[in-house]
């Protein structure tokens, strides 16, 4: 079990407002290309936490943004925001998912 204390869970309406009021902030869809293509939140970068790249990848963004992450229900996003905090990021993930964002 992964500690969820870690990690910044925000309802939809609350993280649809940080992320949109929050300039230069970075959202990242961990879900996979296909689930991605399929439908997204717009701006979104997909970066899929399943590839044996993700911990490089996300080294990759600016650590001096803050990242909304989300996935299809929040748990993949949970695990990303663990991994991302431990890199040094301030992340907060969608709890419930991309549902919730509506």
Same mark, same amino acid.
């Given at each position: 079990? &992964? &500690?969820?204390? @870690?990690?910044?869970?925000?309802? *939809?309406? %609350?993280?649809?407002?940080? #992320?949109?009021? %929050?300039? =230069?902030?970075?959202?990242?869809? +961990? !879900? %996979?290309? *296909?689930? #991605?293509?399929? *439908?997204?939140?717009?701006?979104? !970068? ?7 790249? &993700?911990?490089? @990848? ?5 650590? %001096?943004? !803050? +990242? &909304? ?10 695990? @990303?925001?663990? $991994?991302?905090?431990?890199? =040094?990021?301030? @992340? #907060?993930?969608?709890? *419930?998912?991309? $549902?919730?964002? !509506?």
């Amino acid at each position: 079990m &992964f &500690f969820t204390s @870690a990690v910044k869970n925000l309802d *939809g309406a %609350t993280f649809k407002s940080q #992320y949109e009021s %929050t300039p =230069g902030a970075i959202l990242l869809d +961990v !879900r %996979t290309p *296909g689930e #991605y293509e399929a *439908g997204h939140i717009e701006g979104a !970068r997909n970066i899929n936490i399943m590839s044996p790249y &993700f911990s490089d @990848a996300i080294l990759e963004l600016d650590k %001096t943004k !803050r +990242v &909304f992450v989300y996935c299809r229900s929040g748990n993949r996003s949970s695990h @990303a925001c663990i $991994m991302l905090k431990e890199a =040094g990021y301030t @992340a #907060y993930n969608l709890d *419930g998912g991309i $549902m919730e964002y !509506r």
